[in-house]
Each structure stands twice: as C-alpha cells, then as structure tokens.
C-alpha cells in the first residue's frame, strides 16, 4: 500500500489558461506539471561521502557542468571544487555511461573503487581516471550487490542465491543452492519489503567484520498462498505470480544462516525459532564488532513482542537479551547499534510513547535514555537512511527530529550521556543530515513549501561552508496559489494540523467549492512544511476553482505512539472523526460553499475516501478513490493484522471498518480508479465493490488502467488518469 502514497498526491490537472488574467502570470498546464523541467531544473541525487575523505558524491542531472549528460560528480568539502569522477570526456567510459545505472552506485569501504550496475552485470570504476572493469560477464540479473569490508569481494543475489565475486581475478562462488520463486536467501520476499523493512532496502544478508563469514536470513514462501495477477497485455493471457498471505493466511517461514565464504560445503550455521512464539524475523540485523555474535530481532505474530536475540557463533548458544512489548504494536524494528568495542549498543525504542534512542550494555541492561521529550527522531519515509548518526569519537549523535513542530524535521546533536543537546539546522522548514567519516561536515538537503530542495554543506555545529546545489526554479512566473496552515482541536483536545490551498487571485466574497485530499493511515504525514514535488498538482487544482484542504488526523505519523495507535482493531472511525472535525472548519468559513465538497485519494487514501463516503454518507457529493481497500480481509497479513489483529481475533472490527459492508450507505457519486496489474492493493477490492454496488442498485464511475501497478508509470496514463479525475469533479462539484 504505501509503494503509491507519495507519487499518488501529485494527480495531474487539465491545462488551465496560458496567462492568468488577474496576475498577469503564467498559469499552471498539464504538460508543465508531468514535465516540470521548463519550471525548475532537477536536483542531484544519491549523495554519498567516499570513505577517507572529505569528498561527497553524488549523481547530478544533466547541466552545463556534465557537459549535457548525466553525470557522477564529487565535491570537496576542503577545497569547495565539484568534478565529474564518470563519465570523463571522450574515451570509452562515455560510452559505455549509457549501460550503466549511475543512482546505484557503492563506494568500496577504503574509497578506492566504486562498484556500478548495468546490463545485469557488475562493473567496478577507478575513480582516478585509469578505467572502467566489467567484473562479471553473464548478463543475469544480480541483485543487492554490496563489497566486504575490505573490499576485496563483491556478495550478490542471483536466481535467489547468495554469490561473491573476488574484485581482483573475478572469480565466482556461489554460496547457497536451494533458492526457488518461493525460497529466498539473502533477499527480502514481498511482503518482508513491503511491511517488515518499509522499503528502505531487500537485501537480507550481512558481512561479518573480517569478511570470513556472511549471515543472511532464509525466507519460504511455500506455505503463503499464491495469488495469481492477470496479465492481459498479450496476444495469450498470463498470470503473474505473487506470494501474498492475507489476514490469517500463513506467513513465509523464516531462518537465520551463516555460511563461511571460503568454505561454503561447510553446512551453514542456522536458526529458526518456534513458530508458537515468532512469527517473523526482523528485516536486519548485525554483528557483534569482534565478530563472534549475530544480534537480530524475532516477533510474534501480533507484532506486540520484540525479542532481541544474542546468537554466539562458537557455541551456538542464543539468548533473548530483552524484550519489548507494547499493547498495540511494535514500530521499530531497528537491531542493536554497537559502540566500538562492543560493550554497549544503542536501541531505538518508543517505550516512553516517542520514538527515542537509547543506551544498553552488549548483555541487554539499560543504560540510560539518550534522547528525550515530547518529539521524535525521524528520517525520510521510505528510504534507506540511518535514523542516526554517529562522529568517529562516539561522542555526539547526530538526528532529525520533529521538535519542536511536528510539521518540520530539524537537526540536532547530543552527547551520548544525554547532555548538551544542539539543535544545528537554523531555518524553519525540513532538513536531513549525512555526516561525513570524519565527523567534520554534514550534508544537508532542506526545503520549504516554497523552496524546493536545496543540497548544502555545514560543518558539524551547523554552520554554512558551501552551497553544493541549488537548481534554478521559475515557480514565481506562475500564478501561484495561498497556502495556510490552520490548526484546530479534535474532540479529545489534541491539536490537528492543516492546510488550505486558494487559487490565486482569490476572492473572500466568492463561496468555493472544497476538494479533500486525504491520506489518513499509518506512517504517513500530508501536512509538513517541505516542498512537494506534488504541490504542482495543488495548483493546478487550484487553478481550476477549486481550494484545496488536507488534514492529518489521528493514526496517521510524526505525533507518537499514542496518536498513532488510536485506529488499533477500528481503521476508519477515528480517523474521519478527525477529517469531519475538518469538514465543519471549512462549512464556516464565508468563502465555502458546504454543498461542494469532494474527497480524493489513494492507496490508503482511497480506502478513507470510500469509508467516508459510506460511513457520512450526507456530508460529501462525491469523491474519486484510487486503488482502494475496499475490505481488510483482502490486503495484506503484516500491515493489517499489525492494526486489526487477524478477522477470527477481531470480526466485528473487519465489519465496521469496511466500505464494501456498508455500501447501502453509498449517496454521493463515485468514482474509482484501479490497474489491472496492482501487486499491492489488489483490483480484487475494487471488483467486489463494484459487485455490491451493482446488487445495491447504486451508480458508479470506474476507470480501469490496463497493466498498471499501485503507481501508475508513463505519461499517457497518467495523463488519461488525472484528466478523468478533473472531468469528475468539474461535473460533480
């Protein structure tokens, strides 16, 4: 579900007028917003610091400065110089630039070699200029690449087994043989990707600190039921194949191995644990600095338990450290982050109802409580990112948090002892960090609303050396609409966030009509003062009439625990409670016609818009639901069991949360959009709510996409997608 959350805010309008006639500025076009490089120039991406050094990496787009191409390129934090490390003018590198995927590239852990991918090989790049290596020959798909820790081999995935590669002779060995469509070994299955490591990344395997050894975590599918996807873009139809469990449904069998690279006859190292108690492995894990213990997290099904598990290689003795355990669920499946010398690891943990990190000793005693308050220390959803950083003397922690507003991410610093907390970012708005090895500088990308991302170097206090890129924009040519942030009082007191989009050149003594853009479920948050590449999308509704309202209520993220778990085995009744509380704001409000009022959304959003529209039924004339869960019993066993429990647990909760229950309710008009090819929400939500709105006597609007997935791809359905949408509430609205 949440694959689509980000990408689906940004629908696409019809073209608006070439000038708007109130401002004398440009007015918002379809072509503009699907190719907004006339508007502003795209920023760089993958930024990475080469290990002993004091350079930074990354991938910038083509400019002047690549000469036209796209471009891996380094700056120095010393001499404040930018070079382009690949592909260098002329030779054959420039050539072979168009095989290779720039985005993926690895440092090697001494800094003197990068590792690229390209037509399903391996290449390694000197970035001294003396030559680009294509390391494996066989054009097979290889996956999650990553060097040893000297450097020396390259471990991948391939057909689902565990490889390595020796850089210097590319030599090939292959490390397990039993991986199958249904086995995976050193590979994150769907629903681990998805649910367990949040996307962030599906490798599963993990070096040991002197390379010898590699752990990697084993998942069966074979008990979880196969769901067939139809493909009918063919001249003879075929199905797809997906390991999906639904609630109840049996889950992947999960086991720890590890298997001596040198030796791989030797029968691997395993553990598995007994299924009355664990029910998944957490996606990560790591090893004990000395090497001779693996730390890794089991869960119960419920997802109430996290047990942290010390795993002695030598012995093979395994002994739960501790365990955490919160009524509702787990968030945090972060494994132990050891201190150098391996006698104290840092924990992240919501044990006081915020997402904070704490000190233990390797045996599992709390030390103490590192970070504190009313906030949490966050990352960018969906990303491999570390939530902290460390400089090389363990002296300062380095996070983004939400203090002291929810609605931004600011840089902060603090001793390990808990004291002497810096906050290093200045402006108001959003910031991520990257520290350098040496603790000396830190990157930092950071945004506003009205300010789309910038990349800037500071040092390590938060002072400003260099500006590493900021990419022109042209947004103040356009008609750009108001955007205020409003904050009201749920019905328990708790403060919600809002905001609301005006057209440009609005007019107070005019009654508007309202679309609400809803999203409404867990770990997501709408309403944060950070540019939004979707915000073009805002103006360009705005642009057609409409204001533009979005609210994040409770269950959804950056508030703690607490308002989190407020949807716990009832998804939907709190959460348009919250969206109501908003809906009476606007009703009085002079400017808005309450007779006008549509809700919009996907993936989860999709779902809030059908359970609004069944659930208060005389509130909104119509809404367009993208990709919906029409009912729990059909998504996924991890995400909803997590919120529900399983449907034999909780029936009457599956009941009352469903849209496809209640569709007699159903008075608005409806439109819902689903591709055929979803491998997240599946068109099985759809198709059995059109069902029942069909037995239910009660129209409705369906647009179909022909082999898209939970993201649609590609300009033409996108373009055929957001025109629909617009049509609808143009007519309805």
Request: charge should be negative; hydrophobic fraction near 35%; charged fraction near 20%.
């Amino acid at each position: 579900m949440k694959r689509a959350i980000i990408f689906f805010l940004g629908f696409i309008i019809l073209c608006s007028p070439a000038l708007n006639a109130q401002s004398g500025k440009k007015a918002w076009t379809l072509d503009e917003v699907i190719h907004p490089a006339s508007i502003m120039e795209s920023e760089i991406s993958a930024a990475k610091w080469r290990p002993g050094s004091s350079q930074v990496t990354f991938v910038r787009p083509p400019s002047r400065k690549t000469g036209g191409v796209l471009a891996l390129c380094s700056f120095d934090a010393e001499s404040g110089r930018e070079t382009v490390v690949f592909p260098t003018s002329g030779g054959p590198s420039a050539g072979a630039q168009k095989k290779l995927n720039l985005s993926s590239y690895q440092w090697s852990p001494r800094g003197d070699v990068i590792l690229l991918e390209g037509e399903n090989d391996l290449w390694l790049l000197d970035p001294q200029g003396r030559g680009l290596r294509r390391l494996t020959q066989d054009g097979e798909a290889k996956e999650v690449p990553t060097f040893s820790p000297a450097g020396d081999r390259i471990a991948f995935v391939k057909k689902h087994n565990l490889h390595m590669v020796d850089v210097k002779g590319g030599a090939i060995r292959q490390l397990t043989h039993d991986g199958s469509d249904t086995v995976y070994n050193g590979r994150l299955d769907w629903i681990y990707g998805e649910e367990l490591a949040n996307r962030s990344s599906v490798r599963a395997y993990e070096w040991s600190p002197d390379g010898k050894r590699i752990a990697y975590l084993r998942l069966d599918d074979g008990p979880v039921p196969d769901y067939p996807i139809t493909n009918y873009l063919a001249t003879h139809v075929s199905l797809i194949h997906e390991q999906f469990p639904q609630p109840g449904d049996p889950n992947p069998l999960p086991s720890l191995h590890v298997v001596a690279v040198d030796n791989p006859a030797v029968k691997p190292a395993t553990i598995s644990l007994d299924r009355k108690q664990v029910e998944y492995f957490g996606p990560t894990f790591t090893w004990t600095p000395d090497g001779s213990a693996l730390c890794f997290l089991a869960l119960n099904r419920a997802q109430t338990d996290v047990a942290v598990h010390r795993w002695e290689l030598q012995t093979g003795n395994d002994r739960v450290l501790f365990v955490e355990h919160d009524p509702y669920w787990v968030n945090s499946l972060e494994p132990p982050h050891y201190l150098k010398g391996g006698r104290e690891f840092l924990w992240v943990s919501e044990h006081d109802g915020w997402r904070h990190v704490y000190l233990y000793t390797a045996d599992g005693k709390l030390v103490r409580q590192v970070t504190h308050g009313a906030w949490m220390v966050d990352r960018p959803v969906f990303q491999e990112a570390p939530l902290f950083q460390l400089d090389p003397q363990e002296s300062w922690l380095y996070f983004a948090s939400t203090n002291p507003d929810p609605r931004e991410r600011q840089l902060y610093r603090v001793h390990l002892d808990g004291s002497g907390m810096e906050r290093i970012s200045s402006e108001a708005g959003s910031h991520t960090l990257d520290l350098s090895p040496d603790g000396r500088f830190l990157v930092d990308r950071f945004s506003k609303p009205d300010t789309p991302p910038v990349a800037r170097l500071l040092n390590s206090k938060g002072a400003l050396i260099a500006t590493i890129d900021a990419p022109p924009n042209h947004l103040a040519d356009f008609a750009l609409g108001q955007r205020e942030y409003v904050e009201l009082k749920a019905s328990d007191g708790a403060t919600l966030y809002a905001q609301l989009l005006k057209p440009a050149g609005f007019d107070p003594s005019k009654r508007y009509p309202v679309i609400v853009d809803v999203y409404g479920g867990p770990h997501v948050q709408l309403v944060q003062k950070h540019w939004d590449p979707n915000s073009l999308y805002e103006q360009l509704l705005a642009a057609n009439g409409f204001l533009v309202w979005t609210l994040d209520n409770h269950g959804s993220w950056g508030r703690g625990h607490a308002w989190e778990s407020a949807i716990f085995e009832n998804m939907g009744k709190h959460e348009l409670e919250d969206q109501l509380t908003g809906v009476q704001y606007l009703k009085s409000l002079p400017y808005v016609d309450g007779s006008r009022l549509g809700i919009r959304g996907w993936s989860y959003g999709g779902y809030m818009t059908l359970y609004a529209l069944t659930h208060a039924p005389d509130v909104f004339k119509c809404g367009s639901a993208g990709a919906p869960v029409t009912d729990w019993k059909f998504y996924d066993s991890a995400y909803t069991e997590r919120y529900m429990r399983t449907p034999s647990e909780n029936p009457a909760g599956y009941k009352s949360s469903s849209p496809l229950e209640a569709v007699a309710n159903l008075k608005a008009r409806v439109l819902i959009l689903h591709g055929t090819s979803d491998d997240n929400v599946h068109m099985q939500n759809t198709i059995n709510f059109l069902d029942a709105l069909i037995n239910a006597g009660k129209p409705y609007e369906f647009h179909m996409q022909p082999g898209q997935k939970h993201g649609f791809q590609g300009d033409a359905p996108r373009t055929a997608r957001d025109q629909r949408i617009l049509e609808f509430f143009k007519q309805c609205l």
